[in-house]
């Protein structure tokens, strides 16, 4: 969650402070969902809620546990046509102060790389809309398919027969 709050389509600041052990749930609203499915290009984000729990840690880390739930609509890499999927994702994450992250980071040498990397928390305040955002798209389906669909790569270019490699029938077609 590099990018600025002011960048990203969702944000829902909270206060630190007001933190102890919470409960909650987001709701996008129509112009974020829209801003949303405009960026991922989906044809359509019909709901997208995130409930989650936060609970303090030592040292002021701050441990969320939730589940993010959405209905994306997406195009069939094969047909064109619109592809739903219900989407259910546990999320976990970690908040840290910014003096402990820049602890962290100087131990990196001795760090394997298997850790999920700590969100910081800027001037007493996390933003928890930029993990949604992300969720979200690491969880799409890189490749939608309408179920049914395939594609046949044995239909060759126009005049070369079935069954030919794809990497011949480019070969044909350079040399005409």
Request: proline residues 6%; contains cysteine; hydrophobic residues 40%.
């Amino acid at each position: 969650m590099t990018k600025d709050a002011n960048t990203m389509p969702l944000s829902r600041i909270l206060r630190t402070d007001d933190i102890n052990d919470e409960d909650g749930e987001i709701s996008a609203t129509e112009a974020e969902k829209g801003a949303i499915a405009a960026l991922l290009d989906l044809k359509a984000l019909d709901h997208l809620t995130f409930t989650y729990h936060l609970r303090q840690g030592g040292s002021g880390r701050l441990h969320l546990g939730g589940r993010l739930k959405a209905r994306v609509v997406q195009t069939c890499v094969v047909t064109l046509d619109p592809v739903q999927a219900d989407l259910d994702i546990p999320v976990e994450a970690e908040f840290w102060p910014q003096e402990l992250i820049d602890g962290l980071e100087k131990s990196t040498e001795t760090h394997d790389g298997a850790f999920d990397w700590p969100e910081p928390i800027k001037d007493g305040k996390i933003d928890l809309g930029p993990l949604i955002y992300e969720t979200l798209a690491m969880s799409l389906d890189p490749y939608p398919k309408r179920e049914g669909a395939s594609f046949d790569w044995s239909q060759g270019a126009e005049g070369a027969p079935a069954g030919i490699s794809p990497f011949a029938t480019l070969e044909a077609l350079r040399r005409r």
